[in-house]
């Protein structure tokens, strides 16, 4: 594979782009052809070229966001399934069609993606502002973030009921952004990994001015059911960018940048996804020993000696050692403070690399979820502390609050300690 990666980097531009015309696959929606067939393949992602048909998105001097993002989603889309032959690569379009927002997301839910990536461009009154940002869901955390989210998704204004399509949400209206705010985002740290490899490999491989990582309401990640990312390449709006953006030098090398993103997320995947199932069998293990015991104690069978005892006990005690733990801070009396770091369907074990080397971090059981938070702090301000100190390792990562054990809304909770 990097023998391969090697060729295709090193081989002249005009090499390259005959290359990616020979070799590029065409599954779309635009194109009503059926979902392709994953042929075994282990892992499906889908590939949204932003934009499209009647709207054009960010527009420079002489281009068009929905064209360069368009060619930088197909290239990336040839990197990985030339290089990735275990992954599925799906594109909503592969040609100039105008495609609601919504079709986007149910076409990634329907094909049953394992991950999803808007690519875009963007622009700005000020041609001065350049370099690329990646978003991931959530609510906006800053003017900026929301306009260019009010931008991106300005475009249902074009699509015919919307109103039904998006239950009567208004782009251009900042009270329907309240509706992100109550939204559940099961998938949002695999999503942060996914868009830190990103940044990381735009700014290291493609010498792209670092954005960062931020959250944004984008409805075209609203509603799909997997880990999923907006990518925004650069700034059309600045002549030095867009030079760069139009060009197939430009956009081999940023889909090259996202395909060693994806390769990274993906081998992070799959570490974890080995690990889980190495600590499910240690737990299948233990309920099938606890099942015999239990068995054999009601058949009378008393008789053990010393020694079978000891061997049960040691079986029974196969179990995660932050069990005990949980138990007891989920019980703390009065109003605490946490930071959440992350949340899995699935416990992460104990030195997990995803733990980024930080040792203290607790597991609580809530909502259907595994959630790994920060000891509790009595006050609202140390817990901010705590989030500044941990911030630079697990982007997007918020302060919850509990009184007597039982969560409670932060806003509440931050009147009571102002209240102590």
């Keep these: 594979m990097r023998t391969i990666l090697s060729l295709l980097n090193c081989v002249g531009r005009h090499t390259i782009s ?78 100039d069609v105008f495609i609601p927002v919504h079709e986007r997301a149910t076409f990634a839910n329907r094909n049953k993606a394992d991950l999803f990536l808007s690519i875009h461009v963007n622009g700005n009154d000020r041609s001065s502002v350049s370099g690329a940002e990646t ?99 650069g700034y059309i709006s600045n002549a030095e960018e867009e030079k760069y953006l139009k060009t197939d030098y430009g956009q081999d090398v940023i889909a090259s940048a996202i395909y060693r993103a994806f390769r990274n997320y993906k081998e992070d995947y799959e570490d974890k996804n080995a690990a889980l199932a190495s600590e499910s069998k240690l737990t299948d293990n233990k309920e099938n020993t606890d099942k015999q015991v239990s068995i054999a104690e009601l058949a009378g069978n008393s008789g053990k000696n010393e020694a079978e005892a000891e061997t049960n006990k040691e079986a029974s005690n196969i179990q995660p050692p932050e069990t005990e733990e949980v138990a007891r801070t989920e019980s703390s009396d009065g109003l605490v ?69 039982k969560k409670i809304p932060l806003p509440e909770a931050i009147r009571l300690d102002k209240e102590k």
Aim: hydrophobic share 35%.
């Design 18 to 95: 005959a290359a990616f015309g020979i070799i590029m696959f065409t599954f779309s929606v635009s194109g009503q052809s059926p979902s392709p067939d994953p042929g075994g393949k282990t892992f499906t992602i889908v590939i949204d070229a932003g934009h499209g048909g009647k709207d054009p998105g960010a527009v420079g001097k002489t281009s068009r966001e929905k064209d360069i993002a368009l060619s930088i989603a197909k290239k990336t889309g040839t990197y990985i399934s030339s290089l990735m032959s275990d992954v599925n690569v799906i594109y909503t379009r592969t040609k």
């Design 135 to 233: 978003y991931v869901m959530g609510p906006s955390k800053s003017e900026g973030n929301l306009e260019l989210a009010k931008k991106e998704n300005s475009v249902i204004l074009l699509e015919d009921d919307n109103e039904a399509n998006y239950e009567g949400f208004n782009p251009n209206d900042p009270a329907s952004y309240i509706m992100f705010s109550v939204s559940q985002y099961a998938y949002l740290n695999q999503s942060l990994l996914m868009a830190s490899e990103v940044q990381d490999q735009l700014r290291i491989r493609a010498k792209r001015k670092d954005g960062g990582v931020r959250q944004g309401p984008f409805l075209v990640l609203w509603k799909t059911t997997m880990p999923s990312v907006l990518i925004e390449t």
């Design 337 to 405: 403070f946490r930071v959440q770091v992350m949340a899995s369907q699935k416990r992460i074990p104990k030195g997990s690399k995803h733990f980024k080397g930080v040792s203290n971090l607790e597991e609580l059981q809530m909502e259907g979820y595994y959630k790994y938070m920060t000891p509790p702090v009595e006050t609202y301000p140390q817990s901010q502390k705590l989030k500044r100190e941990l911030e630079d390792k697990f982007p997007g990562i918020f302060v919850v609050a509990f009184l007597n054990g």
